[in-house]
């Protein structure tokens, strides 16, 4: 795979670097956002790993633009352990997952690999599953043309749902996709939440499926 690598620590960005290299990647390194830029400009890449503390700005605002520009790459956050907020601006800014700082090299790798192999994710601003429309730039769901009255958090459950297109998306990436952070009492919520969202689907309650031992998906066909 073509990895781009951004982070502004010199050898940080070279120890990164050389182990994915020696797991027979092709590794380009850069230090700024601007760096990345023209990089990408000049290649095309299966994952990007970027660093959210940059010195010409921030990785987040740097994902959301490359996001932006329809580029649809994976791309793993590394941030500070323990920063929720960051963690959530970034899955919000289209990042795929995250890993805090400090990291075992051979958990960065096996996470790009899982990335590499997920592939490219198709980001529509408006996902049709069967008679479902979730417009997720406006927030809003609709089924056989009437608007469902969701909550904030319901919202983000299916919209997070919805952008995996037909995916299975296990509990552990839902929760901390919606809630930022795995805990005991954001595991309780999704249950109640999802118990609830598929009262207000009606008919079309079984679109959302549980699939037993995985996640969650949503299904075009019941």
């Known amino acids: 795979m073509r990895i781009l690598v951004v982070d502004d620590h ?7 670097a050389r182990h994915l290299e020696r797991a ?3 590794v380009t390194a850069a230090g700024s956002c601007s760096q ?6 000049e290649a095309r890449f299966d994952v990007l790993v970027l660093d959210v503390m940059l010195p010409d700005g921030s990785g987040i ?6 996001r932006a520009e329809r580029v649809e790459a994976p791309i793993l956050l590394l941030t500070a352990r323990g920063s929720v907020r960051s963690r ?18 051979s958990e960065l790798r096996a996470r790009v690999t899982a990335l590499g ?21 406006a ?10 009255p969701l909550t904030a958090k319901e919202l983000s459950i299916v919209g997070f749902l919805a952008s995996r297109c037909g995916r299975v998306v296990s509990r552990d990436e839902l929760i901390e996709a919606v809630w930022g952070d795995l805990t005991e009492s954001a595991s309780a919520s999704l249950d109640v939440l999802i118990m609830r969202i598929r009262r207000k689907f009606g008919d079309h309650a079984e679109r959302l499926r549980t699939v037993r031992g995985l996640g969650y998906t949503l299904e075009s066909e019941p």
Request: hydrophobic letters at 40%.
């Open 36 to 41: 990345a830029l023209s990089a990408i400009s």
């Open 24 to 26: 027979s990647h092709a």
């Open 61 to 66: 605002d740097l994902c959301a633009r490359l």
């Open 139 to 148: 927030r809003r769901v609709r089924i056989d043309e009437k608007a469902v």
């Open 10 to 16: 010199p050898e940080t960005r070279q120890l990164v």
């Open 88 to 105: 959530v601006e970034g899955l919000e800014a289209g990042a795929d997952d995250y890993l805090g700082k400090p990291f075992a090299l």
């Open 117 to 137: 192999r997920r592939g490219p994710r198709l980001r529509e601003r408006v996902v049709t599953i069967g008679p479902i429309v979730v417009d997720l730039e």
